[in-house]
């Protein structure tokens, strides 16, 4: 099992910036891909922002250009670095790591909230 430990969260105020962090700790031997999703009040869980062990990177459109995904293979961490955040990023927060056999990891979630 892998736990998953997210930090950062928080609220801000439109325009200002966020960095979330998400630490993998258990019986770890490899971590792939890792990842941010989100998940606003009454709607679908969707993706923020991804990372391979190489460091390829994807981002959905809403966010692209706004945030930056990164990853500290040696500490098991993943960040997501957050700016020019708007009231419609408001959302919890999961990070999510598929391990060396394709298993799903899911956080608990942390609340991003951001005020107009």
């Known amino acids: 099992q892998v736990q998953l430990v997210e930090s950062g969260g928080g609220l801000v105020q439109a325009g200002g910036s966020l960095r979330l962090s998400c630490t993998a700790s258990?019986?770890?031997?490899?971590?792939?891909?890792m990842g941010w999703y989100r998940q606003a009040p009454g709607k679908a869980r969707t993706l923020v922002a991804t990372i391979t062990t190489r460091g390829i990177t994807n981002y959905a459109d809403s966010v692209k250009g706004r945030s930056t995904i990164s990853r500290d293979n040696a500490k098991n961490t993943v960040f997501l670095q957050m700016h020019s955040l708007k009231p419609e990023d408001t959302a919890v927060y999961y990070c999510?790591?598929?391990?060396?056999?394709?298993?799903?990891?899911w956080g608990q979630g942390t609340q991003v909230t951001v005020s107009s």
């Open positions: 999510t790591v598929v391990d060396f056999v394709t298993r799903t990891y």
């Open positions: 258990g019986n770890i031997v490899r971590l792939n891909a």
